[in-house]
C-alpha cells in the first residue's frame, strides 16, 4: 500500500513543483511586497512592516478610478454578453442550413489578434484632422451631432470600451453554449412536444437547467476575465490610460511595477491582492447562488 502511495506522489512530484514555483511562491511573495513599507527598489530595503501601502492604494485617486471602471465593465459585459451568446446559440441550433458557415463567422473575432481589433475600433470610433470616424458619419445622417468616442468624454470612452470588450468575449462563449446545446438529449423536446408545451416553457424548464453549468463556467470566467481586463484599454486608448481616464485595476498593478509610475512593488502587491479579495468574493457568491439554480 505504502509502495502505491509513494508511486502516486512521484507522478504527482511534477505538477506540485510546478505549482509550488510558479502559483505558491509568487503568491507568497506578493504577500510579502505587499507588507514592506517604504521599499525601495535601488536598494531593496524597506523602512518597516505593516498595511500601509493598502491603505496608500485605497486613497490613491488613480486606483479608485481604476476601480470605477473595471466595475462598471463588469456589470455591463458579463450579464450582457453571455445573455447575448445565449439567444445567438439557440438562434444557430436552430438553423440547419450554412450552420457551420454562421458558427464560423461568429468565431472569427475570437480568433483576430486583440490589437488588431482595437486598430479597426479606432478607426471606426476616432475623430482626427482628416476624418470623424464612420460611426459619428453614420450619426450624422440620423440628424446627430459626433462625439470623439475615444479623446472625448468619459462615458463615450466607456461605451467603446463595453462594446470592444462584448466583441471579443462573445465569439469563446456562443461556441461553450452551442456545444452545451448539442449535448442536450433530443428525448426531453419530444416529450414536451407530446404535452404540447409552448417553445418558452421548453426553454426556461429543459434547455436553461440542462445547459446551466455552462452558462454557469461562462458567467464565473466571465467576471474573472472582465475583472483582469487589460489589453483591451490598451487597445483603444493607448499605455497611458492614467492620463485617458481609462485605467483598469490590472492596468494599475502594470503602471505601480512599470509604467510612468513604476519601481513601487509593494502598492503594486498591495493592488494585486485587493483584486484577489475581489475576484475571490465575488466567486464565493457565485458558488453559493450556484447551489440552487445549477443543475448537473
Request: with cysteine; proline share 4%.
Amino acid at each position: 500500500m505504502k509502495g502505491k502511495n509513494l508511486k502516486s506522489w512521484l507522478y504527482l512530484l511534477p505538477a506540485v513543483i510546478f505549482l509550488a514555483c510558479f502559483m505558491v511562491y509568487p503568491l507568497v511573495d506578493v504577500v510579502v511586497y505587499s507588507l514592506e513599507e517604504g521599499y525601495n527598489s535601488a536598494s531593496q530595503t524597506y523602512t518597516g512592516v505593516g498595511i500601509y501601502n493598502f491603505s496608500y492604494v485605497l486613497r490613491d485617486p488613480y486606483f479608485l478610478q481604476a476601480v470605477k471602471n473595471t466595475l462598471i465593465l463588469v456589470v455591463i459585459t458579463v450579464p450582457l454578453s453571455t445573455g447575448l451568446a445565449l439567444l445567438i446559440s439557440v438562434g444557430l441550433s436552430s438553423i440547419k442550413k450554412l450552420r457551420e458557415l454562421f458558427q464560423t463567422v461568429y468565431f472569427l473575432p475570437y480568433v483576430t489578434n486583440t490589437l488588431a481589433v482595437g486598430l479597426v475600433f479606432m478607426i471606426l470610433f476616432k475623430k482626427t484632422a482628416y476624418t470623424d470616424g464612420l460611426v459619428n458619419l453614420m450619426i450624422s445622417w440620423f440628424g446627430g451631432q459626433g462625439v470623439d468616442f475615444i479623446d472625448g468624454p468619459y462615458w463615450a470612452k466607456m461605451f467603446v470600451l463595453c462594446f470592444y470588450t462584448l466583441w471579443i468575449v462573445m465569439p469563446f462563449k456562443i461556441l461553450i453554449l452551442t456545444s452545451a446545446l448539442a449535448s442536450v438529449n433530443k428525448n426531453y423536446y419530444d416529450a414536451a412536444k407530446l404535452d404540447a408545451a409552448t417553445p418558452w416553457r421548453i426553454f426556461t424548464r429543459i434547455t436553461l437547467p440542462m445547459i446551466s453549468p455552462s452558462v454557469f463556467y461562462l458567467i464565473i470566467t466571465g467576471f474573472i476575465g472582465a475583472f483582469k481586463a487589460y489589453s483591451d484599454a490598451v487597445a483603444l486608448f493607448g499605455v497611458n490610460l492614467n492620463a485617458a481616464g481609462m485605467n483598469t485595476i490590472v492596468g494599475y498593478v502594470y503602471d505601480m511595477l512599470y509604467g510612468n509610475s513604476g519601481g513601487y512593488p509593494s502598492y503594486a502587491s498591495a493592488a494585486a491582492l485587493i483584486l484577489f479579495a475581489i475576484v475571490f468574493t465575488i466567486t464565493c457568491i457565485n458558488l453559493t447562488v450556484s447551489r440552487d439554480h445549477v443543475y448537473y
